[in-house]
């Protein structure tokens, strides 16, 4: 199979990673929200409804502690469900799944033999962990290096970065004189 371009699509030859561009529209979905988190509370209140035994029937005969057993779980999927489809509001529906996650220990047969209680309490803490895009994080070392050469005389400075304290101070002296002169 010599000679055949890779079906991934082009690389990135430096950082191994496509532009946002050129990356399918699920990916940018998946990242442009906690996918994994609500994908786990998801699942794992889809075990513990899997791992009850009881039937509806029997549910509604025994009382509420029987309809929790079902409610809680089905809270936890509907919550993963939101946490997927409107992330903007992620810090509840994440509080909230961990709380009712927390809750299927004793109405849903331990959490669904633990299982679904640590899907749900991990995609919970996932979540709540979520932040959006932001930009790459600046080492202090680098901060350090950038305000040096803001220093140096004879260096333009960016935009955005702020002026040197001795160019600050010589503005202020002229600006003041100005204003002395008036």
Not at 88 to 114: A, K, P
């Given at each position: 199979m010599e000679g055949q371009e890779p079906v991934s699509g082009p690389v990135d030859r430096?950082?191994?990673?496509?532009?946002?561009?050129?990356?399918?529209?699920?990916?940018?979905?998946v990242?442009?929200?906690?996918f994994f988190g609500g994908l786990w509370l998801?699942?794992?209140?889809?075990?513990?409804?899997?791992?009850?035994?009881?039937?509806?029937?029997?549910v509604l005969h025994v009382g509420m502690q029987g309809v929790a057993g079902y409610l809680l779980p089905t809270l936890m999927v509907l919550l993963g469900l939101l946490i997927l489809f409107s992330?903007?509001?992620?810090?509840?529906?994440?509080?909230?799944?961990?709380?009712?996650?927390?809750?299927?220990?004793?109405?849903?047969?331990?959490?669904?033999?633990?299982v679904g209680l640590l899907l749900g309490v991990t995609g919970s803490v996932l979540t709540f962990g979520w932040?959006?895009?932001?930009?790459?994080?600046?080492?202090?070392?680098?901060?350090?290096?950038?305000?040096r050469e803001?220093?140096?005389?004879?260096?333009?400075?960016?935009?955005?970065q702020p002026a040197s304290a001795a160019g600050t101070a010589q503005a202020g002296a002229v600006s003041g004189t100005a204003q002395a002169a008036q």
């Open positions: 430096v950082g191994g990673q496509q532009p946002m561009a050129q990356q399918d529209a699920f990916t940018r979905w990242y442009g929200r906690p998801t699942l794992g209140g889809a075990w513990i409804l899997l791992t009850m035994k009881a039937s509806v029937k029997v992330p903007d509001q992620r810090l509840f529906y994440s509080i909230t799944g961990v709380l009712i996650s927390m809750g299927t220990w004793v109405t849903s047969n331990l959490g669904g033999f633990m932040l959006p895009d932001q930009a790459a994080r600046v080492s202090r070392r680098e901060r350090r290096e950038q305000a803001a220093e140096r005389p004879g260096t333009d400075t960016d935009p955005g």
